[in-house]
């Protein structure tokens, strides 16, 4: 009987398929594990078909319907395993085959991929321009070396007349993934050495023989990162129903190199916008930390419970060892803190919601008569004095304040000192505290108790997603978590998705990441059309890196996906506009979208609860993602624009952006009280926007009932 193998490119297609279309591919592989090879090719009902002029002759299609081919990659050397490789609309299913060659890399002996028209169409006119060019890339690099590392003779003509960065990048999405990657460490300046080890060896099986093998079967299974080889028949079913986040842990070659680097000499960052597979970067980095020794435990943390679940639920499907799932900590910062002051200090602290503490810094300015206004107390003493982990007056009156815009004297200082005190005494007399407190206080006692303390309540390794919310409070608790040294922290996030207004200088916390920096710029979730006008939205506004020390950018931020344009309307009623979005639901789902895979999202919670319930009297199922639902349970997910964090969905409603919810008055520090203040404030609003709207991977749908939020960009 024929062996069936799925190739990434299949899966990466599959789950775009509108629902009679995925029914015809589960029908006919079905078909497929039922015939015999010889079946097969004397066409018993699939119509395997040879694909004319096409580059490799193992080229086939299989007939799914009238209007959709499957194409196969068919064995000519006497073996069974047959390789599915996309399903392509029936008249770009035979361009789409003549056009690509799959071969075996010299080096790491996978079977890999390319478009091998184009690059013979781009060569010529790439070879004059390198004529000309003062410099070439790959111009230290000998035809030699370059052959030892995967290299091989197409892409070695091509990578000759490679100019820069820029067209290596461009370059990259006709070549195979393993040289590209190759290709690209040598870029970054990494020695051949260092490639070998890094990239080559890592991919090569251990059993591998001298030469490389045409022998299709032995190259699949070569191939196990980017292929999934059916071995029984019942597992086909099983596979075909497993929901987009089963292929979620997916590795890509520009995220490869930094996730399975064998070491960093310290703590090392990688940052990128939405998409760009961060949170994959980090998860295996895991998996490759837990390698190297047993004796590793790892804290993967990051900042909601919301998202420490999608975290641990990920990791489970990379891990398929218990034994190295025992060995890694998935927790939000807050939750670590807690845990620490409750065995190193004693006591199980208490802390308050950001609403409770509001109302005591309300408490304190009426008792003291203070000049300012709650809302600024709050940001005073969570930017300055918590940041700092100022403990005294005289400690406060010599600090700095970076980023306050409004000067305090001396006099002033003491004035708002004396606040202070009153707040802590009216938290230590209900028991309580913030929970930046409990990070500060946890952070204290890890420092206190040595590195006998760390290794009993500590980590070998910190991994840190979505860590540009993280508070410079919470950064000295996982500075404090793991002793500092090779690979002590591995940090990802996105200062575009700052929601929460935390600004940090990792270096003055003790985390230096110059030099072990890199940011991913290929977007492989959203559709460039919805990237292009989601960006918009950023657009000419200033945005500090992660680390806190410079800018960052989005320039170079691209996908290589294309769908629909955004669609964006606005409303007379809110009535209407609900009503709209009632309609759009049901025609994504009537083209196969399951309503779990659909997500609405506002600014607050009272539209999302009338959505809702309009939902529901329409018989559409639907849960709020703050209830954790796991990916089983049927239902259009609902959350508030805040809640979308970390998350994505196939469509994305985001609803009720008017001028009154976003940006939110009330959330805005005035300008005469603090410029530096208000215009951050403005931005974090403008980034809840923007990370709303970049969860969508197919379809966006964005409405407003009345005046639209100036946030949205011109034109719509």
């Not at 500090?544 to 691209?558: N, V």
């Not at 609860?609 to 049927?634: F, H, M, Q």
Request: proline share 5%; net charge neutral; aromatic share 6%.
């Amino acid at each position: 009987m024929p062996q069936l193998a799925f190739a990434n490119t299949f899966w990466e297609s599959f789950d775009a398929l509108e629902k009679q279309v995925k029914a015809g591919v589960r029908k006919a592989m079905a078909k497929f594990q039922k015939l015999t090879v010889a079946e097969l090719h004397a066409d018993k009902g699939l119509h395997l078909e040879s694909v004319d002029k096409a580059r490799d002759p193992r080229m086939r299609t299989i007939r799914i319907n009238d209007f959709w081919r499957g194409v196969v990659l068919a064995p000519d050397d006497g073996s069974d395993t047959f390789l599915l490789l996309s399903v392509v609309p029936h008249d770009d299913a035979y361009t789409w085959a003549a056009k690509r060659l799959y071969t075996v890399n010299t080096a790491t002996r996978a079977l890999e991929v390319r478009n091998v028209v184009a690059i013979e169409q781009l060569t010529p006119a790439l070879e004059k321009a390198a004529n000309v060019a003062p410099a070439l890339l790959f111009a230290g690099c000998s035809d030699t070396v370059l052959r030892e590392l995967g290299i091989d003779e197409q892409i070695l003509k091509a990578v000759r007349t490679v100019i820069d960065r820029p067209q290596l990048d461009a370059f990259g999405t006709l070549m195979p993934e393993d040289q590209f990657e190759v290709l690209t460490f040598l870029a970054e300046g990494f020695t051949p050495e260092e490639v070998y080890r890094d990239v080559v060896a890592v991919r090569r099986p251990v059993h591998a023989a001298p030469e490389p093998t045409e022998d299709l079967a032995t190259a699949i299974a070569n191939t196990s990162s980017r292929i999934t080889l059916i071995t029984e028949p019942d597992e086909l079913t099983a596979i075909l129903e497993k929901p987009f986040a089963a292929w979620r842990v997916f590795l890509h070659p520009s995220q490869r190199r930094l996730a399975y680097r064998v070491s960093y000499n310290g703590s090392a960052q990688i940052s990128g916008g939405p998409g760009t597979g961060k949170t994959v970067v980090a998860l295996h980095r895991v998996k490759h930390l837990l390698s190297r020794s047993p004796d590793t435990r790892i804290l993967l943390t990051t900042y909601t419970n919301a998202l420490a679940a999608a975290l641990r639920q990920n990791l489970s499907l990379l891990l398929d060892d218990e034994g190295q799932l025992a060995r890694v900590h998935v927790t939000t910062v807050n939750a670590y803190a807690h845990r620490i002051v409750r065995e190193l200090g004693g006591r199980a602290p208490a802390p308050i919601g950001d609403q409770e503490e509001r109302k005591i810094w309300q408490k304190v300015v009426k008792q003291l008569a203070l000049p300012w206004t709650e809302q600024f107390l709050a940001q005073e003493y969570r930017h300055v004095i918590l940041a700092q982990g100022l403990r005294t007056a005289d400690e406060y009156l010599a600090a700095t304040r970076r980023g306050r815009g409004t000067a305090l004297g001396p006099l002033k200082r003491a004035q708002l000192w004396r606040g202070v005190d009153a707040f802590h005494s009216v938290l230590a007399a209900k028991g309580n505290r913030t929970h930046l407190q409990v990070c500060d206080e946890a952070a204290r006692l890890l420092d206190g108790a040595g590195r006998a303390g760390r290794a009993e309540h500590g980590y070998t390794h910190v991994v840190v997603d979505e860590a540009q919310d993280l508070h410079p409070a919470q950064w000295r608790v996982l500075r404090a978590a793991v002793e500092p040294g090779p690979d002590d922290l591995f940090i990802t996030g996105d200062p575009h998705q700052r929601i929460y207004d935390s600004r940090v200088s990792l270096s003055s916390i003790g985390i230096a990441v110059t030099g072990r920096s890199s940011r991913l710029r290929l977007n492989y979730r959203s559709t460039e059309e919805i990237l292009l006008w989601s960006t918009r939205i950023l657009d000419d506004v200033a945005v500090g890196d992660l680390g806190g020390d410079g800018g960052d950018s989005l320039a170079g931020y691209r996908s290589l996906l294309h769908g629909r344009s955004p669609h964006t309307e606005g409303y007379a009623s809110e009535h209407a506009e609900v009503s709209v979005l009632v309609q759009r639901i049901e025609e994504w789902i009537a083209q196969g979208v399951r309503p779990s895979e659909i997500a609405v999202c506002t600014r607050f919670n009272v539209l999302l609860d009338k959505v809702r319930a309009r939902l529901e009297s329409e018989g559409i199922p639907a849960v709020k993602v703050k209830d954790n639902p796991d990916a089983a349970t049927d239902g259009v997910r609902l959350a508030t624009m805040h809640a979308m964090k970390g998350l994505e969905f196939r469509c994305v409603a985001v609803i009720g952006v008017t001028e009154g919810a976003v940006p939110f008055a009330r959330e805005i520090t005035p300008e005469d009280v603090d410029r530096i203040q208000h215009e951050s404030d403005l931005l974090r609003e403008r980034c809840v926007l923007f990370v709303a709207c970049t969860r969508a991977r197919e379809a966006l749908h964005v409405s407003w009932s009345g005046s639209a939020s100036p946030f949205l960009p011109a034109g719509r």
